[in-house]
């Protein structure tokens, strides 16, 4: 079941997306929240970090598991998910560093690294994942195709992901990793609570598709019309074709 909030501008959708964040931390300090990089959660981030300074609110007792990591980027990379979430999140709340969590992205074998990552992640259970979603309409790094049964698992990146992705590496494809581990779509379903965050003109289709196209492998983020409790939070332009 899908609740679509579509606001004026990005700031808006964060502010949007940190009430349904605000609200699972209300009722639960210890909470188990999923999150997502790129661009669209920053807002968000920034939004949860405002907060703790103004209220205090302590992250001592959360946990957090991360979707994806890229292939061959170690902890100490500046493009790596593990800096990304330090500097945009992390370093700025109270959270345990060992209540953190992200796939090694330079693991000997990223196969078995998969399905450590999934065994772990069963032993939980994600009270609010938070989302972004591709031009592709893909989810974590679930590219098109992918089965929506499938768990953690390495991943081989779309030229069209590696094109999108190209902006945080000075703009240069030759620099993305073609490679990435990432949840599963099932994965990502387990979680109670989703919030996905889609703004700009090229996410039109994308949202478009998963909100209101058929449910297919061709548009991954189509699944969540199975689950119960998603929030959909988007800016005019994401939103357009819904009008």
Known sequence: MF?????RNYD????????VMKGVLDQKKDAVLGLATGSSPVGLYKK???????????????????????VGLGKEDEQSYYTFMHENLFDAIDIKEENTHIENGLAADPDAEAKRYEAELKKVTVDLQVLGIGSDGHIAFNEPGTPFDAETHVTDLTEQTISDN???FDGDKSKVPTRALTQGLATVMRARKIVLIATGANKADAVYDMLKGPLTTDCPASILQKHNDVTVIVDEAAGARLR
């Open 12 to 19: 808006e959708v964060s502010s949007e997306a940190f009430k």
């Open 3 to 7: 609740h679509l909030v579509i606001c």
């Open 166 to 168: 190209a902006r945080f």
């Open 48 to 70: 949860m970090i405002a907060d703790h300074k103004a209220s205090g609110r302590s992250y001592r007792d959360v946990s957090t598991w991360n979707l994806d990591e890229y």
